[in-house]
């Protein structure tokens, strides 16, 4: 992922989020550490517009920033996704979760930094257990597409944890 495929920008409470290429679980890490900066009072809207594909791990982590929202009965906006963005979204049962609009009025607004670096192997793993979690308790027909991977990315957390720690 490069840096420009994926920018995070907030203005006067509103994240706005800029979504390039193919989205998959390196834009997801960034995303979730954004997660921890958004208030009862912040609203987030997500533009798909440059967005050609995205991976499970990302509509994850899409899923859990839209129940955060939702717990407080605000909704995640999403610009300018594409029928086939859509299609996959209506496929795992979750574009319920969120608002679908072809465009945006809000523009500008401070580049924010986000402390979810792609790079880290356990924040990944961290974070691909955690998106299709959400996209299972988000509904409940996903759990068996995604029992595997969680698995798997459980396991990846342990063993990484444990290699983290026989180097300390």
């Given at each position: 992922?490069?840096?420009e495929d994926l920018k995070i920008t907030e203005l006067?409470?509103?994240?706005s989020v800029e979504v390039a290429g193919r989205a998959n679980f390196d834009y997801a890490v960034p995303l979730r550490a954004m997660a921890e900066k958004l208030t009862d009072s912040t609203q987030l809207q997500i533009d798909l517009t440059d967005c050609e594909a995205m991976d499970s791990t990302f509509m994850g982590v899409l899923t859990m920033l839209a129940l955060k929202l939702r717990k407080r009965g605000d909704r995640v906006m999403l610009i300018g996704a594409s029928e086939t963005l859509l299609k996959l979204l209506r496929d795992l049962g979750v574009a319920k979760l969120f608002n679908c609009v072809s465009e945006s009025s809000a523009?500008?607004?401070k580049?924010?930094?986000t402390t979810g670096n792609s790079g880290?192997?356990?924040a990944t793993a961290e974070t691909v257990a955690?998106?299709?979690r959400a996209l299972v308790g988000a509904n409940a027909d996903n759990a068996a597409k995604f029992e595997q991977v969680i698995e798997f990315a459980d396991r990846d957390v342990e063993r990484l944890k444990r290699s983290g720690r026989e180097t300390d």
């Open positions: 992922m490069r840096s006067d409470g509103i994240f523009t500008g607004g580049r924010v930094e880290d192997m356990l955690e998106a299709h």
